[in-house]
């Protein structure tokens, strides 16, 4: 009977290496997407529940506030350790800080609310490489999440 040789040869070692390096990419990859949806999701979340409480404001005073501090969410941060913005449109001066569509139409009626996203850079109009991550409210509240969804 021939004997072979027990343990592995360089060829199995390296097939195995890369075997290794390819799970780990995967794993790693798939960790850091669920970690960004996690983190949009909370953000989504929290624009819904600041606008709940400037809705609140609304129909207990017949007006919205000119700023989140006055309903008491003035240092609230999103997941990337941002503030969220603000805009009363009807005490806004002019349209040049309203948030605005691909048709440069505000998306708004009554009030601009968001979180510069990852990236923490904003512009106004949603079309900007800039405002493309934004997690915005738009509709008058009928949509809430990513801008380049909008």
Do not use: C, H
Request: charged share 20%; net charge neutral; aromatic share 8%.
């Amino acid at each position: 009977m021939k004997k072979y040789p027990s343990g592995w040869t360089l060829l199995q070692l390296l097939v195995g290496l890369a075997i290794l390096g390819i799970l780990a990419t995967l794993a790693l990859s798939g960790r850091s997407d669920y970690a960004d949806r996690v983190k949009i999701t909370q953000a989504k979340q929290d624009i819904n529940v600041i606008a709940l409480a400037l809705d609140d404001m609304r129909l207990e005073q017949g007006k919205l506030p000119s700023s989140l501090a006055d309903i008491g969410m003035g240092n609230m941060r999103d997941p990337w350790g941002n503030p969220y913005f603000y805009l009363n449109i009807q005490t806004a001066k002019g349209n040049g800080k309203l948030r605005k569509d691909r048709n440069l139409v505000p998306i708004n009626t009554d009030y601009d609310l968001y979180s510069s996203g990852p990236d923490g850079k904003t512009v106004s109009p949603l079309t900007a490489k800039a405002s493309q991550d934004d997690i915005i409210r738009a509709g008058d509240g009928s949509f809430i999440g990513v801008a380049s969804e909008f």
